[in-house]
T-cell receptor, first 112, second 111 residues
């Protein structure tokens, strides 16, 4: 158990809908990262927050947004969902911005 | 952007054999990390490397930070069935840039 929690574990929804994925980092970690992993693909970095502020952005679509709250948990919002958004979404956390990242168990999103 | 080439893509080995995999980069990295992912689960950090030439072990796993800072190697000795999974390398360059992940090496162990 990495100490990073993610909810929900599974999510099934329809095209055009909007969903919110939630992540709680390890105790003491200030940085939160979001990744997307499609079938048989590597991990694609989406976005990073550090202590509530956006720190770095990767290949995140405009339909996706995220935030980190004062209690350091983070949410990833995915809107106008398309079939191609079906994937595993992982959250990771680290103590600082340059450090080992610890991953949560992921949320499997299926868009029908 | 930065890219990592991880090889081999997949390997089938007999239980008890040693395994080697590597990652190469087109640019210099300051940090190399190795993760293992089981199906449907999150990647688990195996080894972290912070210095060129560094050799670090974690049980039967040994990883090295290449002296050119553009490559890293992971070795698994005396493989066992629970070593099955996908192994990812990840590198981080200067300036707090995000981690870049390789595409993974899928390891299968035949008992």
């Amino acid at each position: 158990d990495s100490g990073v929690t993610q909810t929900p574990k599974h999510l099934i929804t329809a095209t055009g809908q909007r969903v919110t994925l939630r992540c709680s980092p390890r105790s003491g970690d200030l940085s939160v990262y979001w990744y997307q992993q499609s079938l048989d693909q590597g991990l694609q970095f989406l976005i990073q927050y550090y202590n509530g502020e956006e720190r770095a952005k990767g290949n995140i679509l405009e339909r996706f947004s995220a935030q980190q709250f004062p209690d350091l948990h983070s949410e990833l919002n995915l809107s106008s969902l398309e079939l191609g958004d079906s994937a595993l979404y992982f959250c990771a956390s680290s103590v600082a911005v340059v450090n080992e990242q610890f991953f949560g168990p992921g949320t499997r999103l299926t868009v029908l | 952007g930065q890219q990592l080439n991880q090889s081999p893509q997949s390997m089938f080995i007999q239980e008890g054999e040693d395994v080697s995999m590597n990652c190469t980069s087109s640019s210099i990295f300051n940090t190399w990390l190795w993760y293992k992912q089981d199906p449907g689960e999150g990647p688990v950090l195996l080894i972290a490397l912070y210095k060129a030439g560094e050799l670090t072990s974690n049980g039967r796993l040994t990883a090295q930070f290449g002296i050119t800072r553009k490559d890293s190697f992971l070795n698994i000795s005396a493989s066992i069935p629970s070593d099955v999974g996908i192994y990812f390398c990840a590198g981080q360059g200067a300036g707090n840039t995000p981690l870049v992940f390789g595409k993974g090496t899928r390891l299968s162990v035949i008992a």
